[in-house]
Structure formats: C-alpha cells, structure tokens
C-alpha cells in the first residue's frame, strides 16, 4: 500500500479533459516536488512532469501537473485514444527516507 | 541515449544476482541514476539511487542490507548487486536516469531485465 493515494481508473471520452489526483502527506507531497510518469502497455515508464509542474522537452502541453498543500493532480486535456495508459505520480519521503510512487491510475478512452 | 539493462535470470530464493545497466549517448558521470522494479502486473517501486559521483546512495526499505547500488563512470555502467533473494523481488527491473535540475525526475528509461526468484 503507497503512502501516495491515486484512484485506481479515470476515463473520458475524446477531446475531453481527464484529472488524475494524488494524495499524499507533510512528508512526502507536503514538503517534496512531484513527479508523474505514463506508461502505456508493454513499455517503460515515461516522464510526463517534473518539480510539480514542468514539463519535459517533447511533452504534449495537453499534459499538466499542478500541488496544493499535500495532494498532485495531473490534468489531461484533449484526450486522445493514444492517452489510454497507466500513470503513476511520484515524490521524495522525509520519514521514509526513499522516493515513492503512487498506485496508478488506469486512464481509459472511451 | 540509450540504457541498456543485462543480468537479470530465473534464481533460487536466497541466491545472489548482479544487474548492469550500459548507459550510452551522454554524459554519464552528470547524472544521479536509480534501479527501479515492477512486480508483475503490479506498480513502479523505487529499488535504489546513486548520485552522480557515488557520494549519496539510498535504498529503500525493503531492500535495505540485501542490495547494494554501485557505478562505475569510466565504463558508463551502472550496477545492482542483489543478494538474498526473496520471491517477493520477482520484477523487472528499470535503469533510469536522473535530470540535473530534478535528480528524481527520472527522464529516461531502459527496457528492464527481468528477474524471477522461485524455487
């Protein structure tokens, strides 16, 4: 079980815009930067945002990462069939002293 | 920039296993780097980070006296000395490149090795 707490499965239908939370506490999300990743089926991960709301060179700008106090939410707009994927969001632990990933969410186009 | 993982293997519960990671197409000795697993069907664990020089490593907890992480900047490789091997290790097991202005913002990614602890 993550100390990061993301919803299992979030879906929308094209074009719409999808958010994907995360739930996290003082000494993770509170007081750390959080990251999220994609991956689609049968491949690594990918880097969607960095420091809560950058974005990598090549990323979508449909794709954007925002914080407030100890929760993340990843926002997709203009969803697109080829969105369908895992997420996963991601920050550093102070009291467990390692980096931790959330649960994912599955993101389904419908 | 590609990595590359290498190592992994079907193993015995208690028996030792070395991962290596080649990492080409940049700088190498600038990066922090970090092994991270997925279990099967399951989500992204963070395993271990090393920085850019080796001077700061991190594990995480249940790992923790069984792996140990290592690089070696002149041979552009990064390593994972797993010992002690539990069924619950069963992964694949990522190579991942830390940013410079984000060492946990892992930007790229290895295909991954995987590993099978079973009896």
């Known amino acids: 079980q993550s100390v990061l707490t993301q919803p299992p499965s979030a879906s929308g239908t094209p074009g719409q815009r999808v958010t994907i939370s995360c739930s996290g506490g003082?000494?993770?999300?509170?007081?750390?930067?959080v990251n999220w990743y994609q991956q689609l089926p049968g491949s690594a991960p990918k880097l969607l945002s960095y420091?809560?709301?950058q974005r990598p060179s090549g990323v979508p700008d449909r794709f954007s990462g925002s914080k407030s106090g100890s929760s993340a939410s990843l926002a997709i707009s203009g969803l697109q069939s080829e969105d369908e994927a895992d997420y996963f969001c991601?920050?550093?632990?102070?009291?467990?002293?390692?980096?931790?990933f959330g649960s994912g969410t599955k993101v389904t186009v419908l | 920039v590609q990595l590359v993982e290498s190592g992994g293997g079907l193993v015995q519960p208690g028996r030792s296993l070395r991962l290596s990671c080649a990492v080409s197409?940049?700088?190498?000795?600038?990066?922090?780097m970090h092994w991270v697993r997925q279990a099967p069907g399951k989500g992204l664990e963070w395993v271990s980070g090393?920085?850019?020089?080796?001077?700061?490593?991190g594990y995480a907890d249940s790992v923790k006296g069984r792996f140990t992480i290592s690089r070696d900047n002149a041979q552009k490789s990064l390593y994972l000395e797993m010992k002690s091997l539990r069924a619950e290790d069963t992964a694949l097991y990522y190579c991942?490149?830390?940013?410079?202005?984000?060492?946990?913002?892992?930007?790229?990614w290895g295909q991954g090795t995987t590993v099978s602890v079973s009896s």
């Open positions: 991942a490149k830390g940013r410079r202005d984000s060492i946990y913002g892992l930007d790229v």
């Open positions: 197409g940049l700088t190498f000795r600038d990066y922090a």
């Open positions: 090393i920085s850019w020089i080796g001077g700061s490593i």
């Open positions: 003082s000494s993770n999300i509170g007081s750390n930067t």
């Open positions: 420091n809560d709301n």
């Open positions: 991601a920050a550093w632990d102070d009291s467990l002293n390692g980096y931790v």
